[in-house]
């Protein structure tokens, strides 16, 4: 299985600040038949299904705002909020789709300092 | 726009069967180009895959090594919707349990239903 560790487990961030919030999995999750890597990130409130936010590690999901963007290749991958609103606190996840079984990282917390 | 929705008992005896039904409106079950999976999430366990169903000419079914001897996820073309069936079950699968869909990574989610097993 592929394992995905996320970095780090919980994170303060001032409003209007930029969040950084890292991924890395224990196996290669770049496909070189097509260049692409097979690595998604998601939002989650509370009582709230998650959300997804980015896939294909890079490309933004119907509706998210563009402060939002993922970037990486292989195995290390980051998911970046370049400034922090109030309605951006949830947990964060990422997962792999690249071979099954489908893995999620452990989630980072994120809230306003 | 794919929606999903999940309905089902919140409430399982120990060693007694958990089944969810997952609704699909916006897409089909029977897309070649789609994926129907059922995911769990726990305090202990986090965001648990348990499986998947899609169809390329023939269905087929794809399960997480954990629950490979008690799972079953079955499709219904004529409901348009796919079913969860988790047999045996103990107080560690309890959990809030979700579809999702469209493909391997998921734009769409059920609402989640909090089963509990307990007698």
């Known amino acids: 299985d592929i394992v995905m560790t996320q970095s780090p487990d919980s994170l303060a961030v001032s409003l209007g600040e930029r969040a950084t919030i890292n991924c890395k999995s224990s196996q290669n999750v770049l496909y070189s038949s097509n260049n692409k890597n097979y690595l998604a990130w998601y939002q989650q409130r509370p009582g709230q299904p998650p959300k997804l936010l980015i896939y294909w590690a890079s490309t933004r999901g119907s509706g998210v705002p563009d402060r939002f963007s993922g970037s990486g290749s292989g195995t290390d991958f980051t998911l970046t909020i370049s400034s922090l609103q109030a309605e951006d606190v949830a947990t964060y996840y990422c997962q792999q789709y690249h071979s099954s079984p489908y893995t999620f990282g452990q989630g980072t917390n994120l809230e306003i300092k | 726009q794919v929606q999903l929705q999940q309905s089902g008992p919140g409430l399982v005896k120990p060693s007694q069967t958990l089944s969810l039904t997952c609704a699909i409106s916006?897409?089909?079950?029977?897309?070649?180009?789609?994926?129907w999976h059922w995911i769990r999430q726990s305090p202990s366990r986090g965001l648990e895959w348990l499986g998947r169903t899609y169809y390329t000419s023939e269905w087929y079914y794809d399960y997480a090594v954990s629950v490979n001897s008690r799972i079953i996820i079955n499709p219904d073309t004529s409901k348009n919707q796919f079913s969860l069936q988790l047999n045996s079950v103990t107080p560690e699968d309890t959990a809030v349990y979700y579809c999702a869909g469209s493909g391997n990574f998921y734009r769409a989610w059920g609402q989640g239903t909090l089963v509990t097993v307990s007698s």
């Open positions: 916006g897409d089909t079950v029977s897309n070649n180009n789609a994926a």
